[in-house]
């Protein structure tokens, strides 16, 4: 298929697409699919600092005012294990996994919808080169941290799209049914 082609399927596809109320997760805030307006709670140590970071730019919660109409509250575990290890005792493989158990509730603690979302990354880690490493190390940091904020991010859409009132003032009456969204 020529480019020209490929280009106009690209443009008929996106067409078709906004016409059945397709909205991108990742679109421009009040574009997206997450409608609420929605504070993200500070997450403790920082690894929590990293996730809260990637949270916020995701669905827009960068207001540090919690006078918001929904509260997304966050635990965030993490924990590393070797996996390379030499006869002489030596680690040439580290996997890092992340544990994030979060709740979105309305103001008065009413909660609407909770999951737990896990992610797992890994690095080599080469002996003697503690620079190398220690850059490694932040790098698997953030990247966990930014894959759970994305699961998470996806598992509030699939639950606004399904209730799409529940983000706006006065539209969470029938909402607040704790259903589970994630897992």
Request: glycine share 12%.
């Amino acid at each position: 298929m020529s480019p020209v082609g490929r280009f106009a399927a690209t443009c008929g596809v996106a067409l078709l697409l906004t016409g059945c109320g397709f909205r991108p997760v990742y679109a421009p805030p009040g574009q997206n699919a997450i409608t609420g307006d929605i504070y993200v709670d500070i997450i403790p140590n920082r690894n929590g600092q990293l996730l809260r970071q990637a949270l916020q730019a995701r669905i827009d919660g960068s207001d540090d005012t919690p006078a918001h109409a929904l509260e997304l509250n966050v635990s965030y575990a993490e924990g590393a294990q070797a996996v390379g290890i030499q006869h002489d005792n030596t680690t040439t493989r580290l996997v890092v996994s992340g544990t994030a158990t979060w709740t979105l509730r309305k103001p008065g603690g009413a909660t609407i919808a909770s999951g737990t979302q896990r992610s797992l990354d890994g690095a080599n880690l080469i002996d003697g080169q503690f620079y190398y490493n220690s850059l490694n190390s932040e790098a698997i940091d953030r990247r966990v941290a930014e894959n759970l904020a994305d699961q998470i991010v996806l598992q509030l859409a699939a639950y606004f799209r399904a209730h799409p009132t529940a983000g706006q003032p006065g539209g969470m009456a029938g909402a607040s049914d704790g259903t589970k969204a994630g897992g």
